[in-house]
């Protein structure tokens, strides 16, 4: 399908850079010559299977809209189609300020700016000029739907600013999928994936009954919104706590959300967000969540006490910075339209302010001991054989662990059963496991 869908781009926007060509060729007869060359018709899309087609048909996508989208796109895909306004003003040896432009550091042809755009569609006056900042306006859908935008430089004049197409639509329009965009200091989230189903997931029926409420949710809130028109009573997204000891589940059931519905979840890493430097912790997360906004992601916070803990009294200018940093997450989580759940150990480190705005607060038990069992079950591969000493209901009800330590102690013993060049499961194994994982928490068998 990919292949297929990168085949259908390519032919759409062949036929739409050869209209882009023509369409600046007869442009700049008109501006030179001034005479009255016909400017072309875009290329009809009705019925184009393309990518690019289908996001045109979509936002209603104007003529003049086209020629911008398609002046952030060029510089990606033949940037040659630009070389025609390297033309040089004789009169002042120089190139023409009306072309607009800059020179990349290391890209060698020409940089589409505003004044390119203004150039090709707003010639004719200040009227046309004053309605093309439209298009650059918050409230304009390219900016909305972060499709592409103005990047301003500095102080000098607006239209200036070069024309930014950004990676998610330039990987749609070309590749025709989503851009995952890479982790690092810019982005600090990782796509977190599990190949496990919900069959495999070990919770308490409670528990399970509230993250229903979200698999409700995410199937049905566009309809409660929309269609039953509560969108202008509640707000979009849905918010949940899940707190718990370690292993329980928490981030499992954050998977199998996203898998379910064919969404991808990220896990927010706290050691590149949190800074010390004030500002630093809101612009880190500002760069998630402006790429999240618009998509189909799952935001997940884990060991969310460390982002989202309780304020302090204000007693130097750092703890007042602290409380403006919780206030801008608030607000942020808040504002999400999508999915955001944090994950933490221990509720009683969530603030309040926080607690108060989620849809849900649930609580990931230790397993029970009839819940342990299933566990041990069916964490074990199938071609392996037990000891006939092991004894997995007496390891259920004697030793209390949560599902990860668990999965943890299966790994350990599967380990030395390959190491032995065997199949067997042997008790002395499980229970080295057993003390390797009680002994990271200070406790003994």
């Known amino acids: 399908m990919g292949i297929q869908l990168m085949a259908a781009n390519a032919a759409t926007l062949e036929k739409e850079l050869a209209w882009f060509a023509q369409m600046a060729a007869a442009r700049m007869q008109q501006y030179f010559q001034q005479n009255d060359t016909v400017i072309p018709e875009p290329p009809e899309l009705n019925g184009?299977?393309?990518?690019?087609?289908?996001i045109i048909q979509h936002y209603g996508v104007s003529t003049a809209e086209r020629t911008i989208l398609l002046l952030g796109l060029i510089?990606?895909?033949?940037?040659?189609?630009?070389?025609?306004?390297?033309?040089?003003?004789?009169?002042?040896?120089?190139?023409?300020t009306e072309f607009g432009g800059i020179k990349g550091q290391s890209h060698g042809g020409f940089l589409p700016t505003g004044e390119t755009a203004a150039f090709l569609l707003a010639i004719e006056g200040l009227q046309p000029r004053f309605h093309l900042l439209h298009y650059f306006s918050p409230d304009h859908f390219f900016s909305k739907y972060q499709i592409l935008k103005l990047m301003p430089a500095g102080d000098e004049p607006l239209l200036s600013g070069t024309l930014h197409l950004s990676p998610e639509y330039l990987s749609l329009l070309t590749q025709g999928q989503s851009h995952r965009p890479d982790y690092n200091s810019l982005f600090p989230a990782k796509r977190i994936q599990t190949g496990m189903e919900w069959s495999d997931l070990v919770l308490d029926p409670h528990a399970f009954e509230e993250v229903?409420?979200?698999?409700t949710w995410i199937q049905h809130g566009n309809t409660l919104l929309q269609d039953w028109g509560m969108g202008h009573k509640i707000k979009p997204g849905f918010r949940s706590?899940?707190?718990?000891?370690?292993?329980?589940g928490k981030s499992l059931t954050a998977c199998?959300?996203?898998?379910?519905?064919?969404?991808?979840?990220?896990?927010?890493?706290?050691s590149l967000v949190v800074s010390k430097f004030i500002g630093e912790t809101e612009k880190n997360l500002a760069q998630v969540f402006d790429k999240a906004v618009h998509q189909q992601w799952i935001l997940f916070f884990d060991e969310a006490d460390a982002l989202f803990g309780k304020r302090t009294q204000t007693s130097s200018s750092n703890d007042r910075y602290a409380n403006q940093e919780v206030a801008y997450l608030l607000q942020r989580v808040e504002d999400f339209p999508g999915v955001v759940i944090l994950a933490t150990n221990?509720?009683?480190n969530i603030d309040e302010a926080f607690a108060r705005r989620f849809q849900s607060m649930i609580y990931f038990p230790m397993p029970a001991p009839e819940q342990r069992l299933r566990i041990?079950?069916?964490?074990?591969?199938?071609?392996?054989?037990?000891?006939d000493k092991l004894n997995l209901e007496e390891m259920a009800r004697k030793y209390e662990m949560a599902g990860g330590t668990i999965i943890n102690v299966v790994r350990y013993s599967c380990l030395m059963a390959l190491k032995r060049d065997d199949k067997i499961i042997r008790l002395q194994d499980v229970m080295a496991g057993i003390r390797k994982e009680f002994s990271k928490?200070?406790?003994?068998?």
């Open 212 to 215: 229903e409420e979200i698999r």
């Open 75 to 96: 510089p990606h895909i033949q940037p040659q189609l630009l070389d025609i306004f390297f033309v040089k003003n004789a009169t002042y040896d120089r190139g023409f």
């Open 346 to 348: 221990l509720k009683a």
């Open 48 to 54: 184009d299977p393309s990518v690019y087609a289908q």
């Open 441 to 445: 928490d200070g406790k003994t068998i």
């Open 376 to 387: 041990w079950r069916q964490s074990f591969p199938e071609h392996v054989v037990l000891d």
């Open 241 to 248: 706590l899940f707190y718990g000891p370690p292993g329980t």
């Open 256 to 270: 199998l959300l996203g898998k379910s519905f064919n969404m991808e979840v990220y896990r927010i890493d706290l």
